[in-house]
């Protein structure tokens, strides 16, 4: 079965440090792969997606994650973490059988806290 | 982007009840989902919102539990019928745009069970 797992339940960076927040995923074909964020009391917000091509995907607010088929990972990262980062971040991927943006699995979430 | 507005934002209900979630989007999208996040949890699939026709729920969701119309390519409604406590979560709207391969999400709709 398809399955997303984020190893880290809770981070806690300083600003201004560098943050990788971890993602592995179970899947049979060449996944959909997604980072979202969710801020308190909002939505959910997409950072970045992985389809096919570049192994090493940019996304909004400095945001970047890389693609490694060998081990089963899209890790997202951020060279210099701002306060205003701190929030839940999903890790998805696009279920086997739907369309490239149709039914997702979500990772269980990482808690980003940052440490003025 | 797709604009999405849920209605309501969030409400506490009684036990037994029922309450029907909203979820308009400013322009026509191919599809539509609703989701569910526990307390503390991650989303879950509750079901895909087809137009027109009955939805397609995901494995340990039900129609009788969550009955869902899409009537049209812009609005779609959930409904959490006979309610207990451990339906209380967040549920969310989603949806993919006619020309866009981006999944955008709704603000949610706080429900809290009695």
């Known amino acids: 079965a398809q399955s997303v797992t984020q190893p880290d339940i809770h981070i806690t960076v300083s600003e201004g440090a560098s943050l990788e927040l971890r993602c592995n995923y179970s899947?049979?074909?060449?996944?959909?792969l997604f980072w979202y964020v969710q801020s308190p009391g909002q939505g959910l917000q997409l950072l970045l997606k992985?389809?096919?091509?570049?192994?090493l995907v940019q996304g909004i607010k400095g945001f970047e994650a890389e693609f490694k088929r060998s081990q089963s990972s899209f890790n997202l990262r951020k060279p210099s973490v701002h306060w205003s980062d701190a929030a839940e971040y999903f890790c998805?991927?696009?279920?086997?059988?739907?369309?490239?943006?149709?039914?997702?699995?979500f990772g269980q979430g990482t808690t980003l806290q940052v440490k003025p | 982007s797709a604009v999405i507005s849920q209605k309501p934002s969030r409400d506490i209900c009684q036990r037994g009840t029922s309450l029907t979630i909203q979820c308009q989007v400013d322009?026509?999208?191919?599809?539509m989902f609703w989701y569910r996040q526990q307390p503390g949890q991650s989303l879950t699939l509750i079901a895909t919102?087809?137009?027109?026709?009955?939805?397609?729920?995901e494995s340990g969701f039900v129609i009788d539990k969550f009955p869902i119309s899409r009537p049209n390519l812009t609005f779609s409604t959930l409904t959490v019928s006979n309610m207990s406590p451990e339906d209380s979560s967040i549920y969310l709207c989603?949806?993919?745009?006619?020309?866009?391969?981006?999944?955008?999400f709704g603000p949610g709709t706080r429900l809290t069970v009695l």
């Open positions: 989603s949806v993919v745009g006619r020309h866009t391969d981006t999944q955008y």
């Open positions: 899947y049979g074909a060449t996944p959909y």
């Open positions: 992985y389809f096919s091509g570049d192994t």
């Open positions: 998805a991927v696009g279920a086997e059988g739907s369309s490239n943006t149709g039914k997702l699995i």
């Open positions: 322009s026509q999208v191919t599809m």
């Open positions: 919102a087809n137009q027109g026709s009955e939805a397609t729920y």
